[in-house]
């Protein structure tokens, strides 16, 4: 990774991992429920940047749509048990999750939820569950366009180490605020079954995570530390292409390797299938430059971004795109796109590490015009200065006998979503002590 001034630097500092306290015994109903339930406002999506949290784990919700196939988004859920599990790229002592209802069209009743220690398929840990409240209630409303955090929980938890977030929904919530490309399997059952150790009940299974969008952990070590990494982008941030409950995405990777290096991290995944920096595409979320405040800008202890995206914007246009065409984005329009972005992380004092577009030879986007816009694109990522430091994901990926397509070996089988290895060595080529 070569930094705004071309030096790289390789010295490491450790830190020394924190030591977890034992996990206490609290039971089920040891918190006892108040009549009225808790009420969350729009304005708790920015509730997040305290300094006594930061984030665990993170997904960028998405608006109801099933482009590829059926999901849960759609219908929505009625008297299910939505259970899901996730990795934590960092550990504490005290955990809380993030619920969105960013995209329903009406208020959602959240009946109760449960974080738990993740065992095999739906199972859990015997003796992990906690029941989790909001502002001391077991229930809790998201107004359509809100978000909610959870009160915290003791719950001491390790670096990479998977928990459970299990959601009782009992009244109809209507289309689901999601995100698509989980690369990891949700559990569903009929009736309420937040507090099932045994994953029998959890007979349906998706690949996408529903109302879930952030794990946050504090405790253990300085909270207040801006040192979390968010990865910002588009499929190749999400990970399409890597094993499915495998945790082999590029972000998950890096925080592998900060474990590795003695010094766990926060590190987000904010990639979202399909996505463009400069047109709103239905099926594939928010614009880049408006969801950027959103879901970067509100995580808490965020001291640097990696900035990769634009693939979208280049192949859009195409008339076979999925969902239908977007419009033409040049390079000029895609650079302002990128400084629209740079811009706002710099006014909160986040570092951006920039990054070339991968190849797309051989793909559904290979077209000799967006060929040349992805070149000239990357010209500029290499040469303008415009970012903190920049890492070439392009050369990392990209077979040495042809620039223009991925390494066979480092590509997942539609030549322009790596696999589990191109995901390795991409993380790899990142410098820990730029980030």
């Known amino acids: 990774m070569t930094t705004r001034n ?54 960028s919700p998405q608006a109801p749509t099933a482009p590829f196939g059926p999901n849960w988004s759609q219908q929505g859920f009625s008297d299910h048990t939505v259970r899901q599990v996730v990795r934590v790229s960092t550990g504490g002592t005290r955990a809380r999750i993030e619920l969105s209802n960013r995209y329903g069209g009406t208020p959602l009743r959240i009946t109760g939820a449960t974080v738990a220690k993740a065992a095999a398929g739906g199972a859990v840990r015997p003796g992990s569950v ?50 698509h490309f989980a690369g990891a399997t949700s559990y569903r059952a009929t009736g309420d079954h937040r507090s099932d150790v045994t994953g029998t009940a959890f007979t349906e299974t998706s690949t996408s995570w529903y109302y879930l969008s952030g794990v946050e952990v504090s405790g253990g070590r300085d909270s207040r530390r801006r040192d979390g990494v968010v990865t910002f982008g588009d499929s190749v941030t999400d990970g399409v292409g890597s094993s499915t409950d495998a945790d082999n995405r590029y972000p998950d990777e890096l925080a592998e390797r900060f474990v590795a290096a003695g010094r766990p991290r926060s590190v987000l995944n904010h990639g979202i299938g399909g996505n463009q920096v400069t047109n709103d595409w239905a099926w594939a979320g928010e614009k880049g430059v408006a969801r950027f405040r959103k879901d970067v800008l509100s995580e808490p202890g965020v001291g640097t971004v990696i900035l990769m995206e634009g693939l979208n914007d280049i192949g859009g246009s195409l008339p076979e795109a999925v ?62 200065g415009a970012y903190d430091a920049v890492v070439d994901f392009d050369r990392v990926v990209s077979d040495p006998q042809d620039r223009h397509r991925i390494l066979p070996a480092y590509d997942s089988g539609d030549h322009i979503h790596p696999g589990d290895a191109g995901y390795r060595a991409m993380a790899q080529a990142l410098d820990l002590d730029e980030l």
Do not use: M
Request: proline letters at 7%; zero cysteines.
């Open 6 to 59: 071309g030096l790289r630097r390789t010295g490491v500092a450790l830190l020394a991992t924190a030591t977890l306290a034992a996990l206490p015994a609290v039971g089920p109903e040891a918190v006892a429920s108040p009549v009225a339930a808790a009420t969350a406002t729009a304005d708790d999506a920015y509730a997040g940047t305290g300094r006594d949290w930061r984030g665990g784990w993170a997904a």
């Open 130 to 179: 906690r029941q989790l409240t909001f502002g001391n209630s077991r229930s809790l409303t998201i107004p359509a366009g809100g978000t909610a955090h959870s009160d915290g929980v003791p719950f001491p938890v390790g670096a990479l180490e998977s928990v459970t977030v299990t959601l009782y929904l009992a009244g109809p919530t209507g289309p689901a605020t999601f995100h």
């Open 323 to 384: 969902g239908g065409p977007t419009p033409r984005v040049s390079v000029d329009r895609l650079i302002e796109g990128h400084r629209t972005l740079i811009r706002q992380a710099h006014a909160r004092g986040i570092k951006v590490i920039g990054s070339t577009l991968t190849p797309i030879k051989g793909s559904f986007y290979d077209t000799p015009d967006n060929e040349a816009r992805r070149e000239a694109f990357n010209e500029w990522v290499r040469t303008s």
